[in-house]
């Protein structure tokens, strides 16, 4: 894919964080592609791009815009099955062609990650290959078996490790409410879900722990097994309960990162284990709510992302009374039009979430 006015191609995703950067995409799509919650490459093919092409892309592209980018991203899903001396190659003329770029940075799975040697991490490291960004998703394995992701616990810690060690920052993420209300193995999965993914962030302690959560659409195969009954989704205080247990389970340094839109509690996100305390108390209050002022504050914080007003910025603008009371004010009139239309609103709202 070439977007519309650059003269190189670029792959369909990026993380929030790589929203300024410069991308480059090195191969096509994803060599798994069958993870049950993700839409993103399913009816796509993997393909390998070859390096000169990717070369001639960095070459275009710093034709095109000049040395004015500050970081850049190596698209699409897992460029860790490159060979490494294309990698480093690739890596090093965007540094080369790109001196202003302070952080190179790109997504890879945690098993490409174990499958590569310690010495090869270093040398992608030292070619200037800032950051991985892998999905954990949980830690809990009949979970990552159901939802067919290809990897274990144990291959994450092992890959995660590796990486740590190289020198390359590592980004886990983490999805809540993956579990739904699954109960596999007889157990409350989203309970293992947290505490089996607490475990292996404090085996791994990433530099950062990102969370996004479950958004079941047409085009994931989760999405059969929603309507087939199969699975059910988790409510969000069911989620922010699940978040709250992992949290405080977990015993890193990691920096811990809530900026999906997907997310309940926005806010909850800080240095641990400094900012722990203040992340619990957060959801403590949210958990304290009653189902209706969930309702309306989740509401509320997608009005502001679809743009609307009133809305809530954060959780704190929630606390504020009169912000609170301009919210109630729609949903009140929305419940006068159509009663249930403000809950039907928000199922539609978080459909259409990215
Ligand atoms: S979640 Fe990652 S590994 Fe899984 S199908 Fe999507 S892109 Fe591929």
């Not at 519309?4 to 090195?26: C, D, F, K, N, T």
């Not at 791009?49 to 991203?73: K, N, S, W």
């Not at 504020?320 to 809950?343: D, F």
Request: proline residues 4%.
């Amino acid at each position: 894919m070439t977007l519309i006015g650059l003269p190189y191609e670029v792959g369909p995703i990026r993380p929030p964080s790589e929203a300024a950067s410069l991308l480059i995409r090195a191969t096509r799509n994803c060599p798994w592609n069958k993870c049950q919650f993700c839409p993103t490459y399913k009816g796509t093919r993997f393909e390998r791009r070859p390096v000169e092409d990717i070369l001639r892309d960095i070459d275009r592209a710093a034709e095109y815009h000049g040395d004015v980018f500050q970081t850049a991203f190596i698209q699409d899903a897992n460029s860790l099955v490159m060979k490494t001396d294309e990698l480093v190659k690739v890596i090093s003329h965007l540094r080369t062609r790109f001196p202003g770029v302070r952080r190179v940075t790109s997504y890879a799975r945690a098993r490409t990650a174990a499958r590569k040697s310690l010495d090869e991490l270093r040398q992608l490291h030292q070619a200037g290959l800032s950051r991985l960004h892998i999905g954990l998703e949980s830690g809990y394995d009949p979970l990552l078996e159901y939802m067919q992701k290809g990897v274990t616990s144990d291959l994450v810690v092992e890959g995660g490790r590796s990486v740590v060690e190289s020198g390359i920052s590592l980004c886990l993420y983490v999805v809540l409410g993956l579990g739904g209300r699954l109960r596999l193995e007889g157990g409350e999965t989203w309970r293992s879900h947290a505490l089996q993914t607490a475990q292996v962030l404090n085996q791994v302690n990433p530099d950062y722990i990102r969370v996004r959560t479950l958004t079941i659409k047409q085009g994931m195969p989760l999405h059969d097994r929603l309507l087939s009954g199969e699975f059910e989704e988790s409510s969000d205080a069911e989620k922010v309960r699940e978040e709250q247990l992992l949290i405080r389970n977990l015993e890193v340094t990691s920096y811990f990162v809530s900026d999906h839109s997907t997310n309940v509690l926005m806010d909850v996100r800080g240095q641990l284990p400094e900012d722990k305390a203040t992340m619990l108390s957060i959801m403590e209050q949210y958990l304290e709510l009653t189902e209706e002022e969930q309702v309306n504050f989740r509401l509320g914080t997608l009005f502001s992302y679809f743009g609307y007003e009133p809305n809530y910025g954060s959780f704190s603008d929630f606390l504020v009374r009169a912000r609170r009371e301009a919210v109630t004010g729609v949903i009140e009139n929305l419940e006068q039009e159509q009663p249930g239309r403000s809950r039907q609103l928000l199922t539609d709202f978080s459909r259409m979430l990215i």
